[in-house]
């Protein structure tokens, strides 16, 4: 089978948004590759394998590919597209000079392909990834997420992603209960599963992403902890628990004590009262996904709600903030 291929240059500040809207768009696929020059630091800290070679794209840029079916036409899909990447603008997401690119090409030169460059990697100091296709021997004390995103966000490689993992780490003490929004492939609620939390809600609006997520978590035998669920943010608890009764109606109980979501920053800005509400007193709120320009937008917003900012994380140009909602009294 042959598919289109639509190269979107932009900034990496615009790819989370701009692959949504290939995936909204009915994308089979999409890749991102983001700027490997030899000015960019590698965080190898934690035994990083970084097999892709490093790449000419210049330092801020990314290259997003969407690939779509035969038959696709592809100057109505770009013609539909470029609104939606402009309107990004009133949004403060610079998107930079863009450009798109359309070819023709065979289902082997992607479906597969990427596969080769996504090894076992370790992000934290005891959790590894591990894609299901690789053979890995764990050493002591060390925590196997297995993991084939299929075309689900949420490999673990993004610094993002990363950061959520590592922070989950340092606040996990065992027991809690935890909704993860914006699942992806379902990797931070296995991820949090392993490091002693009980039970977790997983959320995605994307049914490709809660196909994957369910995948994932049968994959790791954690069937019974965590719950995937489609749901627009955090609606799926007003939908199915109007009333206080009812909120045993998940497998965890709301309100929760953790509360995580690595999503951009415009997003998070709109349902920080939702999250608050859905967190006991001295419940944790590990926002992540936040662009460096966006930092003091969203501590404002947060603060603004009531959190109290603990904790902010850095990787590269990426911030994960740790909120906390006051104790009552």
Known sequence: MKWHEITIGTTEEATEMISNFLHEMGAGGVSIEESGTLNKPRDTSFGEWYELPLNDIPEGQAVIKGYFPEGTDTEELIAALKPRVEELKEFDIDTGLVTYEVIEVDDDDWATAWKQYFKPVRVSDTLTIKPTWEEYEAS?????IELDPGMAFGTGTHPTTA???Q?????VKGG???IDVGTGSGILAIGACRLGVKGVLALDLDPVAVSSAIDNVNLNGLSQQI????????GVLREEQPAAENRNAFSVTVPVDLVVANILAEVILLFVDDVYQSLKPGGIYIASGVYKNKESDVENGLVAYGFQIIEKRRDEDWIAFVARKPQEG
Do not use: F, N, Y
């Open 167 to 171: 922070t989950l780490e340092s606040v």
């Open 140 to 144: 002591e004390g060390e925590r196997i």
């Open 227 to 234: 719950e995937v669920k489609l749901s627009d943010l955090l």
């Open 163 to 165: 950061l959520c993992l």
């Open 176 to 178: 809690e209960e935890m």
